[in-house]
Each structure stands twice: as C-alpha cells, then as structure tokens.
C-alpha cells in the first residue's frame, strides 16, 4: 500500500501525496472537480478493479513472498502502479495527444534475500502518447513495457528492468477483502478524507524472477490492494507505518498507524483481520499497539527508520514480532516522488490466543526522511 501520501513536484505547479498521495495544484484559478469517498458507497466487481478517473489518486499495488522451485530460495517483491489526475474537465474534443490530463508512474523492487540485495526501480510517464495508462473497461494497467493485466479471475504481473525483475500469475486464495467501514476507509475526521478501499490478502503466486538476467521459478503467495481517492489526508500528519501479513494459520492482518507531526498516533489509524474462513473484522484505533524494537539508519539517504515491530491486539488475542528479512530495503531519491521510504518483505513470529504462529509479510514506512506536506511556495 504503498499507500496514502507521499509529496513530489510535477511540471513547477504541482504537489502530489500519495498512498504514497495527494496532490494539489497551485496558481489555477478555476480547481478541478473530483469524485470524494464518501460513506455509503457500494462496490461493484469486477467494475471496481478499474481505472476510476473521476477520482484523483489510484493505485493498484502487489507484494509477495516467494521461494525458488526446488532450493526454496527466498525473494520479495513490490509492484505498484499509479495514477494521478490532474483535471478531469476535458472542453476540448479533439485533445492533444500531448495534454497531460493524467500522470502514471510505477515503482518495483526485488528482495533477493539469500544474495542480501535489494533492487528497485521506478517509471513516470503519461497517458496522451500511450506510453502509460489504466483502462477503466478492464483490469489492465501499463507503464511502458511493465503491466498489470486481469485475466478470468487471474492477475498477471510483468515488470523486469536490467535483467531483474518479475512475471508472475496470480489467483486468488480467498475472497475480496472491503477494509474500513460504510464503504470508505477514512483517514481522517474532514469530508473525504478517506479512501474506497479492498484487498486480496492471500494469492497463489507462480511464475519467474528475475536477477541480474537470471531466471528463477519461484512460487508463493501474494497481497494485492486497490484504492482510490481525491483528499485522504490532512497536513497535520508526518507520516505512516503500514503492515500487512499473511499467517500460517491462513488469517492475514492488514494494520495502519498514521503518524502525528505533534508526536503520537492519528486517531483514524485503523485495520483488518481476515479468518481463515474470510471473515474479515474491522480494527479500531485503541484495539491495537505498535512498539519499535529496533532502528536501522540508511547509508544512502541517512533516514532512520524502525528495523522490528512488537504489534498487540488484546481483543483477538494477537502477538507478534516482525524482522526485516533485509534491512536495507530502502527506495530513496526516488525521482517520481522526491523522496525516500521504506518498503520491505519480513518474518513472523508470535502467538494467536496462545498457540504459536509464523508468517511472511511486507511493511511500509513513509515519511520518515521528512514530511509528507510540503506546499510548493507563492
């Protein structure tokens, strides 16, 4: 999930935050309209896996944990796509294959993890000269020759750059997952601070990765997230710590804390629990802690981040500690959204009502080399 809002600059008047999101404008004189998440929406599938234009900020993003045929040689992965509008009046009829009325950008890593190497590149294009897009009558999502494509109830994910890379097929394990409540998943108390937001938490994975032009088959299983948004957050937040994990006992936990720049956690800090029936459960805000157990500080972009999680929820009977399977699982300078953040696969280990569990997940850690708000100046 790469996930809410991260800020970057695009073409001197803009400031986009995203889930890694929001964005604003500045110097127009008339401001564009967008849909808002709002509560009492009603899901529609497969409509609601597709490019939404109406709204402003949109991602379709995919995590996994996966082993190598035969050796069980362990790899993360990330691949996320995303979608900005920046007007969505269109007066003109025959427009200009040059108008930029939507930017597209895509970041991807690979966690080789034996070979203690993190790789990870990222994509910005547009959608008038096709080099980008995201069709709103399909799953299907592009950015140059990387792509997301639905196919029956498949998910095919294709993105290799310099010999490293992924192409996976994805199926669901489980059924969708609708996280928050009344239909949005809000993130704070303003109107339309929220996001339409769904998840598969468990997905057969199978298929190839790819590392410095060597190919591994590799199977395991994958977390796919899709939201979308026009206002989801306010400038009083630093950042987030986003964590979602999948348990051998066939539960997956999905939690958010938002982070405060006054210090403490944001009220509308929330998450899921799925069953291993699918059943999912809402997570409120005091039903869950998140201590740091360790820090790790980059060598590139010197951000310290936290290197271990202790997460508590007394009401489900839930323990656990979280390790990065890497430390250094760090995009930094990332010219897509000027910034750096942390996005990593980890390892599991804890109690469920006192029986013993273990797991793979992924965590997310954004806004720690600075702030998410930065208004470009007058």
């Known amino acids: 999930m790469?996930?809410?809002?991260?800020?970057?600059?695009?073409?001197?008047?803009?400031?986009?935050?995203?889930?890694?999101?929001?964005?604003?404008?500045?110097?127009?004189?008339?401001?564009?309209?967008?849909?808002?998440?709002?509560?009492?929406?009603?899901?529609?599938?497969?409509?609601?896996?597709?490019?939404?234009?109406?709204?402003?900020?949109?991602?379709?993003?995919?995590?996994?944990?996966?082993?190598?045929?035969?050796?069980?040689?362990?790899?993360?992965?990330?691949?996320?796509?995303?979608?900005?509008?920046?007007?969505?009046?269109?007066?003109?009829?025959?427009?200009?294959?040059?108008?930029?009325?939507?930017?597209?950008?895509?970041?991807?890593?690979?966690?080789?993890?034996?070979?203690?190497?993190?790789?990870?590149?990222?994509?910005?294009?547009?959608?008038?000269?096709?080099?980008?897009?995201?069709?709103?009558?399909?799953?299907?999502?592009?950015?140059?020759?990387?792509?997301?494509?639905?196919?029956?109830?498949?998910?095919l994910l294709e993105a290799v750059e310099s010999g490293t890379g992924i192409k996976l097929q994805l199926s669901p394990e489980k059924k969708l997952v609708i996280h928050g409540q009344d239909g949005i998943s809000k993130k704070g108390s303003e109107t339309g601070n929220a996001s339409h937001y769904f998840s598969y938490t468990r997905m057969k994975t199978s298929g190839a990765v790819f590392v410095d032009g060597k190919s591994y088959k590799v199977f395991g299983t994958s977390w796919m997230d899709h939201e979308y948004s026009s206002n989801q957050l306010n400038d009083e937040l630093s950042g987030w710590d986003w964590f979602s994990l999948?348990?051998?006992?066939?539960?997956?936990?999905?939690?958010?804390?938002?982070?405060?720049k006054s210090g403490g956690i944001g009220f509308f800090s929330s998450g899921t629990f799925v069953s291993s029936d699918g059943v999912s459960h809402h997570i409120k805000r005091d039903e869950f802690t998140v201590e740091s157990s360790a820090q790790w500080t980059s060598k590139q972009s010197g951000i310290t981040y936290p290197a271990g999680w202790k997460l508590s929820l007394p009401g489900l009977g839930i323990k656990l500690s979280l390790l990065p399977d890497l430390n250094d699982q760090e995009l930094y300078d990332l010219r897509s959204i000027s910034t750096s953040y942390w996005e990593g696969s980890v390892s599991v280990e804890g109690t469920i009502r006192g029986e013993l569990i273990k797991g793979k997940g992924y965590v997310e850690l954004v806004g720690y080399g600075k702030s998410l708000i930065q208004d470009l100046p007058d």
Not at 246 to 260: I, S
Request: proline letters at 4%; glycine letters at 6%; aromatic letters at 16%.
């Open 246 to 260: 999948k348990l051998d006992d066939q539960t997956e936990l999905m939690l958010y804390q938002l982070r405060r």
């Open 2 to 155: 790469v996930r809410f809002t991260i800020i970057f600059v695009l073409s001197l008047a803009l400031t986009i935050s995203l889930k890694i999101t929001d964005f604003r404008v500045a110097n127009a004189a008339e401001p564009p309209v967008f849909s808002q998440a709002l509560p009492g929406y009603v899901y529609q599938f497969p409509e609601d896996f597709y490019s939404h234009d109406d709204f402003r900020i949109e991602w379709w993003y995919y995590t996994g944990n996966l082993e190598e045929v035969g050796t069980s040689r362990p790899f993360g992965y990330q691949l996320t796509f995303f979608r900005v509008a920046l007007d969505t009046r269109d007066r003109n009829p025959n427009p200009s294959k040059w108008k930029v009325g939507h930017i597209y950008f895509a970041h991807m890593t690979l966690s080789d993890i034996e070979g203690e190497k993190f790789h990870y590149f990222e994509r910005i294009n547009r959608k008038g000269i096709g080099n980008a897009g995201a069709d709103s009558q399909r799953l299907m999502v592009w950015n140059e020759d990387w792509s997301l494509e639905g196919k029956d109830e498949k998910h």
